[in-house]
């Protein structure tokens, strides 16, 4: 992949999500469903904005012990989540990608 970027696409629940996927290609901010396009639109408007700011990630621990982290919001909403990680390293490297790659990165809309 030549560039991070946000992709548009329909689950299986025909929601609309967004994932960010890094320079490698990876995911690593995924959201919550939304019934329409124009909600899912406004959510990566809303990484882009809070991706910048350290404050607006919530660094957790799953269940099984494995690491991730959520993007917030002003209002403490969750925005997107992030895929699992094994060390806090790669939980806080992670969190970079998201912080220098999200606010310029473009959007493709997979549900055209």
Do not use: W
Not at 16 to 32: D, K, T
Not at 38 to 58: M, R, T
Not at 61 to 83: K, M
Not at 94 to 104: F, K, L, Q, W
Request: net charge negative.
């Amino acid at each position: 992949m030549d560039n991070p970027k946000f992709q548009i696409f329909r689950g299986e629940n025909d929601e609309f999500y967004f994932r960010l996927r890094a320079r490698n290609g990876e995911i690593i901010l995924q959201s919550e469903g939304y019934v329409n396009k124009a909600g899912c639109i406004n959510g990566i408007a809303s990484v882009k904005e809070n991706a910048p700011d350290d404050e607006h990630y919530k660094r957790e621990t799953a269940d099984d012990g494995q690491l991730y982290f959520v993007l917030v919001a002003a209002n403490g909403e969750p925005i997107g989540t992030s895929e699992m990680y094994t060390t806090d390293q790669a939980r806080e490297n992670g969190i970079e990608a998201v912080r220098g790659d999200a606010p310029a990165a473009p959007t493709e809309d997979t549900t055209l």
